[in-house]
């Protein structure tokens, strides 16, 4: 190489420095690529992205190709590298460090760091092109990369590491979730519809029904008079219907049916009995999403859930599930009140039979959701006892006071503001007073 001009050993040693920074972006690119989004441009007819998944599906091939090709143009380097070093300082061992040092930092500066942080944020863009010059050179190379092959794969053989066939795993729910949740492929309404999609299969009825003493049922044992009141001022299309008792449910009645009964002044127990369908029951702890896809089944829109011994729970209809999803509806029946109201003192009044899990939702509380469903019942399971009315407590960090008791249920409950720490320590301390009386 003496008689190489010494900017011509320059410009090859720059060269192969470009070369070396293509091998490190290319399989940066390919391996940091989504392929979802590619699948979706190859069946576009983009032929960039079908190179690309024929090169992913068989990555073996491609890597091998992409090192064979990076270790070459390495040596290569370095041996220029040897060639400038001795033209320049002689052939002394600090002319061998100097050189040695002036081509790990070119490579690792100009061919690896730097193309490797441009694939991986270019990844999609970048591998549908660098694949164009890939999949020529994985033809021809094919022998080369087929022999280096053998070796490999005896050693992982000998090893006993096989790689998978299937190089793309399904993801797991909480997985799929967190992809949702996470990533930057849904925003705003539409992530959060596909984030509680995917937690329909951890809540059951029990945790949206409505509960047995806020059903609204119709009893036929009622005079004619109020049963027509009370038809006249549903809100709801469709109504339970019992005899006597709430644990005789003997059918369903829409109210849209009852019209023709009006009209032939027929509207008695005797003649909603033959309009009446029958009733649809739901096991307690049955989730969401197998009750929305058996409602589907069934073609019904209203189920009665009850325990293992047939008592009746509570009420559970197609909206309640679709409100999971989608969110609370605005419509809201005659004197249906908000669950809580905001007091100017930062305050908030509840509903002692409000949901634990609306709650959360709506006003950031953290409280537990493993036992009991309601308010009510977590205080009450805190305090082991009905409380009486003004006293204050903390659970999950949110402190607590009960401002009215009835029919040996919590009402009204007052969610206090943030409170310093003495005060805290002060709402805790009572909190135990009242869990050791009872």
Do not use: C
């Not at 019942?377 to 402190?399: C, K, M, N, T, W």
């Amino acid at each position: 190489m003496n008689d190489i001009p010494f900017s011509t050993l320059v410009a090859w040693l720059v060269a192969l420095l470009v070369v070396s920074g293509f091998f490190s972006i290319a399989e940066t690119a390919m391996m940091a690529v989504n392929r979802y989004r590619l699948r979706l441009r190859a069946q576009k007819g983009v032929r960039g992205a079908k190179l690309a998944l024929g090169l992913l599906a068989r990555t073996d091939k491609l890597l091998g190709v992409i090192l064979l090709g990076n270790t070459l143009v390495a040596a290569g380097a370095a041996t220029l590298t040897a060639v400038i070093t001795k033209r320049l300082f002689g052939e002394g061992e600090l002319a061998l460090a100097l050189g040695t040092v002036a081509i790990s930092f070119g490579l690792l500066v100009f061919s690896e760091i730097t193309p490797k942080v441009l694939g991986a944020a270019h990844a999609d863009r970048l591998a549908p092109i660098v694949s164009y010059i890939l999949s020529p050179m994985l033809k021809a190379a094919t022998p080369v990369v087929w022999f280096v092959n053998l070796f490999v794969q005896g050693l992982l053989s000998i090893l006993h590491l096989q790689p998978s066939a299937e190089p793309e795993t399904a993801l797991s729910p909480e997985e799929a979730r967190s992809l949702v949740l996470e990533g930057h492929y849904f925003r705003g309404r539409h992530r959060a519809m596909l984030a509680n999609l995917f937690d329909l299969d951890s809540i059951s009825v029990d945790d949206v029904m409505t509960p047995r003493n806020h059903i609204e049922a119709l009893d036929l044992s009622a005079k004619p008079e109020l049963l027509a009141q009370q038809l006249a001022t549903s809100y709801h299309t469709r109504l339970p219907v019992y005899d006597d008792t709430l644990d005789n449910i003997i059918g369903i009645i829409h109210i849209k049916q009852v019209v023709r009964l009006q009209q032939a002044n027929e509207l008695d127990g005797e003649h909603l009995r033959t309009i009446l369908r029958p009733p649809y029951f739901i096991p307690a702890g049955t989730p969401l999403l197998a009750q929305l896809q058996q409602f589907q089944a069934d073609r019904q829109r209203l189920g009665l859930v009850v325990d293992e011994y047939g008592e009746l729970l509570g009420l559970v209809s197609l909206e309640d599930i679709l409100e999971e999803i989608v969110g609370e509806f605005t419509t809201q029946g005659p004197g249906g009140a908000d669950i809580f109201r905001r007091e100017p003192d930062g305050s908030i009044v509840v509903d002692g039979m409000a949901p634990l899990r609306i709650l959360n939702r709506k006003l950031g509380t953290a409280f537990p959701l493993d036992g009991p469903k309601t308010l009510n019942g977590l205080i009450v399971e805190y305090l082991r006892d009905i409380p009486d009315a003004g006293i204050s407590f903390r659970i999950a960090g949110q402190g607590l006071e009960v401002l009215q008791v009835q029919d040996r249920a919590v009402k009204v409950v007052k969610l206090l503001p943030p409170v310093g720490r003495a005060q805290a320590q002060a709402l805790q301390s009572t909190g135990q007073q009242a869990s050791s009386i009872s």
